[in-house]
Nanobody, 127 residues
């Protein structure tokens, strides 16, 4: 069974940091582009960051640029999202998504482009 599992969410104070993980089971991530998305209550799910299967191409939403870093360890079949300088407006459920493709340099922050989704992990930034 193909599955993505996010972990690492939690409650953190403004200015704090968290590292989210996205682990795959049932398939290997090394031929998949990965996107991180988030959804706050009452809002649409939005793209946060993405990384190509090679790791050589990354993209960030303007709202997180300079604070978040996406990376991947294909040997561990895991993708990470390091989140620093967290703000209350970063509060949301964070999801990772995967898409298999032959291109090693492609990634997208458009949710319709992705085939597999995890169940999400809650991130709450509050004092």
């Amino acid at each position: 069974q193909l599955q993505l599992v996010e972990s690492g969410g939690g409650l953190v104070q403004p200015g704090g940091a968290l590292r989210l993980s996205c682990a795959a089971s049932g398939f290997t991530l090394d031929s998949h582009a990965i996107g991180w998305f988030r959804q706050a209550p009452g809002k649409e799910r939005e793209g946060v960051s993405c990384i190509s299967s090679s790791g050589g191409s990354t993209t960030y939403a303007d709202s997180v640029k300079g604070r978040f870093t996406i990376s991947r360890d294909n040997a561990k079949n895991t993708v990470y999202l390091q989140m620093n300088s967290l703000k209350p407006e970063d509060t949301a459920v964070y999801y990772c998504a995967a898409r298999f493709l032959l291109s090693r340099s492609w990634c997208s922050m458009t949710r319709e482009q992705y085939s597999y989704w995890g169940q999400g992990t809650q991130v709450t930034v509050s004092s």
